[in-house]
Every structure is written in structure tokens, then in C-alpha cells.
């Protein structure tokens, strides 16, 4: 059976997961009400703005469904301002009552912008565990990982830090593969579910 994966649909690059779940084998639908997170097997969270996703997730009473989902173990995967989100703890989450909320999904700590503003992104090609060659990756305003917990695997890393990480069936990248058209960390991720 074809896993049904979401892609959180409210700010962000969500057309491009889309595609590339579609191309990874996965039926992909767009998630912006709590019926439609309700019906999914697992969730993407894609780049986009950390604090605009969480006041959307606010407003739109996605936020607790979406911590339950994760809590109970529901796959997931997150580029960029996803790989915030999914953070046990988010460093410089912004400013208080505007700033980003950590779902809890990966013990990590998370830094965002840790590379730098917008002029600051870059592109690369960096080694990711259980992939073969390279993958090219894409930074734009990216976080890294300054901590993990004893049950997160680190599968890539930039500069030195965490840009890639696994807990369980729950995956994170600081970079969006969305963008470059390999699809193999989307098929990783696909694979699990």
C-alpha cells in the first residue's frame, strides 16, 4: 500500500515536497486542517519561516494536534524551517509571543539562521550516511544542530555541525532537497514509513 504523506501546507515550499514525495512513490496531499493531519501516514514540514509556521499552526489549531501526532509516533520529515520545528529545543527562538515552537519530535537542540542571513546561503555537495556519493545541498538562512539527544543519528554534516539527523522513523535536513531534484532523501525517508 502507498503511504499517504502530508505536506504541512500553510508557508513554505510545499510544492516542491510535493513533487518529490510523488516522485519518491508516495501519495502526497497538502495538510491545513486538522481533518486532513488527521488522514495522513506521515507529515512533511517544509523550508519557509520558522515563527510565520508557528503562529499558522497557532491560528489555523494545528499546533496540539500536531504535537500529539508526533507524540504518538507518527513519521515525519523537515527541511530547513522543518528541522526547527521538530526540535526539542529551538536556540534563539525569536521574540517571546512571536517566536518559533519547538513539536518535540527529534531530541536536539536546533540553531536557527546559524550560518548566517540571506546573503549568507550557499550551496554544497556533503556526504549523507546511507546514501551513496554526495548530495548537493541547499542552504537558504539555514540552521544547524547544536545538540542531540543519545537516540538521534547524525547523518550529515556542514562546518562542522549537524545538517542532517534520524530519530526513529522522524528525519530532519538544515538544507531543502526539494530544490535540487535528486529525490534520494525523500526515497529515505518514504522507504521508512
Known amino acids: 500500500m502507498t503511504a499517504r ?52 499552526l497557532r491560528e489555523f489549531e494545528l499546533l496540539e494536534p500536531l504535537r500529539a501526532r508526533l507524540a504518538d509516533g507518527m513519521p515525519a520529515y523537515g527541511s530547513c524551517a522543518g528541522m526547527i520545528l521538530l526540535a526539542t529545543e529551538i536556540a534563539d527562538a525569536g521574540v517571546p509571543g512571536r517566536e518559533a515552537l519547538p513539536l518535540g519530535a527529534i531530541d536536539m537542540t536546533v540553531r536557527r539562521n546559524a550560518f548566517g542571513r540571506q546573503v549568507d546561503s550557499f550551496e554544497g555537495d556533503i556526504a549523507f550516511d546511507g546514501l551513496e556519493g554526495s548530495v548537493h545541498a541547499v542552504f537558504i538562512r539555514a540552521p544547524w544542530v547544536e545538540r542531540v539527544g543519545p537516540g538521534v543519528e547524525v547523518l550529515a554534516r556542514a562546518a562542522g555541525h549537524p545538517v542532517a539527523v534520524r530519530q526513529g522513523r522522524t528525519l530532519a535536513t538544515a538544507f531543502h532537497p526539494e530544490m535540487t531534484g535528486d529525490r534520494r532523501v525523500h526515497r529515505l525517508f518514504v522507504d521508512s514509513l
Not at 15 to 21: K, Q
Not at 40 to 47: C, K, N, Q, R, W
Open 5 to 56: 504523506v502530508g505536506v504541512l501546507a500553510l508557508q513554505g515550499d510545499t510544492r516542491e515536497h510535493l513533487a518529490a514525495l510523488t516522485e519518491a512513490g508516495a501519495q502526497a496531499v497538502t495538510v491545513r486542517r486538522r481533518a486532513e493531519l488527521d488522514s495522513v501516514d506521515a507529515l512533511v514540514i517544509p523550508g519557509g519561516e520558522s515563527t510565520a509556521m508557528s503562529k499558522l
